[in-house]
């Protein structure tokens, strides 16, 4: 009798799947690396906007640019996630709850203010102001229909994109290698694919707090409210002041 529960057992207990055939339980640097030269060429595609002539209107120009930056990230992550894993839980894109809602909001608020003391602190040591969002403005001044387009590329379209690839691939991968390291070196990296410029240090506060905010919840939604949050501030600026660009 005892042999024979022992082979019941046996026989009922889950064996092991080969090896090499268990998809990984979080993105790693292959997915980085893929995205990263995904969403690399998917940059370059922009000098062929001007090549075509969609450069002349400022207008034109700006919206594409300012639906590009979500296009750029969504061909990454989709990239990324192809090649080998196919659980969306991975790039934690997963239901939240509604009190992590909130959070992100509350959170977005914090980032839009704390990156514009640093902004302010960058400008008053370094006297560099440059603003290189000038082709959003264009876009959110060209009118009612522009800057309606504007606010939904800007609120939707590039947080969900760019959160996807940088929080969902980037952040969950580093993450193996703790809070910290995989916070900050994500972020850093976010930064600096926004250009040595003054988005550099709104895009590290950004990613910081995104960064966070996504490995606290487990869920990719709420960073993507903060990241929402920090965006939709340009269109409301030219909504309110009726700014036509950053010199204004």
């Not at 075509?52 to 979500?70: C, F, Q, R």
């Not at 704390?114 to 082709?135: E, M, R, S």
């Amino acid at each position: 009798m005892e042999r024979t529960a022992m082979s019941t057992s046996d026989a009922t207990r889950p064996k092991p799947a080969p090896t090499g055939t268990v998809a990984p339980d979080r993105p790693g640097w292959p997915e980085i690396v893929v995205g990263s030269l995904a969403a690399l060429v998917a940059m370059l595609a922009i000098r062929l906007f001007g090549v075509i002539g969609l450069d002349e209107d400022p207008v034109v120009y700006g919206l594409i640019l300012t639906a590009w930056s979500g296009v750029i990230g969504l061909i990454a992550f989709a990239v990324a996630a192809l090649i080998r894993i196919r659980s969306w839980g991975a790039f934690s894109v997963r239901r939240t709850s509604w009190r992590w809602v909130l959070v992100g909001v509350a959170a977005g608020v914090v980032a839009l203010l704390l990156k514009g003391l640093v902004n302010l602190g960058v400008i008053t040591v370094t006297g560099f102001d440059a603003d290189p969002q000038g082709d959003y403005y264009d876009a959110a001044g060209g009118g009612v229909l522009p800057l309606i387009l504007t606010f939904l590329f800007l609120s939707i379209l590039t947080p969900i994109g760019e959160e996807f690839f940088f929080r969902g691939v980037v952040t969950n991968a580093l993450l193996r290698y703790g809070p910290v390291i995989g916070v900050v070196s994500s972020s850093v990296f976010f930064a600096l694919v926004h250009g040595i410029n003054m988005a550099l240090p709104s895009a590290l506060v950004v990613g910081i707090i995104a960064a966070e905010v996504m490995r606290r919840s487990g869920s990719i939604w709420p960073a993507v409210i903060v990241h929402a949050v920090n965006n939709v501030g340009l269109p409301l600026l030219v909504l309110v002041t009726g700014t036509t660009g950053p010199a204004a």
